[in-house]
Each structure stands twice: as C-alpha cells, then as structure tokens.
C-alpha cells in the first residue's frame, strides 16, 4: 500500500458516519465486491450497501465515490461515482451500481468509472501488488445538483464537487490478489 491520501490535498470538511451491511471500515472487502468483470474467481462487481447518518446542516444532495488510491496507475483508480443523490435519502442498497442503476433514487446517476462504465466495478488488484485501499465516500453537498454531464469522469465531478462539499463520510476496505 502507497501512502497517497486522497484527501490530503482536499480541504478539511465536517465528517459525517457511513456504515454498510456488506463492507466493514478496515477489513478486506468481500468476494462480491471485488470484479467478475475483470475476471476475479467470486466476483460479482456488487456495489456495497450503504448507510449514512449525521450529514451536516445545509446538505441538499450527496454524491458517492469509490476509489482506489493504490492501483498502479499514477492516478488510482475510480471504481464507482454516483451524483445528484437526494438529501433525503440516506442508504443504498446492496448492487445499486448494475448496469441499470436500479437501486438508485430517482435523480441520481451513475457516471462512467475508469473503465468507462457506468455502472460499479468491483476490485481487482494486480496479483502480487500487495494490499490495495478502496476508499468509499458519502460526500454532503450544498447543491441540489453538482451540474456534470453523466458522461463526466469521476475526476470532473470531484474537481466540481470541492467548493460545494460540506462534509465527508468516509468507509476504507482493503483488497488484494494473492500471487
């Protein structure tokens, strides 16, 4: 694992609690959310549930990141970028991120990952890299739309997001594929 922080160069916002049901802060990630697509034994590309409480007053929409700060890329790798989620809704459920984004609330979209998808790509290190993070992260808006297209990259939307970000719920896993 790298020491990159990608939230190092950010600046500091309230932090707020996310939880899931399916990935636990600081343990490896489970079989499904890793990558069938990319071919890994057992996985089914099956974006986390979350759940997010005590957003800070002033939230009028929240977007999602998934990202992974130790891919070997030079700019890590975004798994998974949802926009424009409602302040009123608070939870996702388990494979939100399919094709179709059928566990999405109405509003909110998916934008294209690294891989150019649309949709959640689940992890899948390089063998023998080591452990990867995968930092996934509810993050409080004080917009009720972040204004990018659906076919921005998850970096547009962070560059957008910055002046409009007001609190930060962050859950990190890890993941690794053995050599």
């Known amino acids: ?90 939870d996702l459920p388990e494979s939100a991120g399919d094709d179709t984004g059928s566990g999405l609330p109405e509003g909110a979209f998916q934008l294209p990952n690294d891989a150019r998808a649309a949709r959640y790509i689940g992890a899948a290190p390089p063998a023998g890299h080591g452990p990867h993070r995968y930092f996934t992260v509810v993050h409080a808006l004080d917009v009720e739309s972040i204004g990018v297209p659906a076919d921005a990259t998850p970096a547009l939307l962070g560059f957008t997001m910055a002046a409009h970000i007001l609190g930060r719920a962050v859950l990190t896993a890890t993941g690794e594929t053995p050599a």
């Open 1 to 90: 694992m790298s020491a990159n922080n990608p939230f190092a160069r950010l600046p500091e916002t309230a932090s707020f609690t996310v939880t899931s049901t399916t990935v636990t802060d600081g343990a490896p990630l489970p079989p499904e959310q890793y990558s069938g697509i990319f071919g890994v034994p057992g996985g089914k590309d099956a974006s986390p549930q979350l759940s997010w409480s005590g957003a800070p007053e002033g939230t009028k929409s929240y977007a999602v990141t998934v990202y992974d700060a130790d891919a070997p890329s030079g700019s890590g790798f975004w798994h998974w970028a949802v926009a424009d989620i409602p302040a009123t809704v608070t």
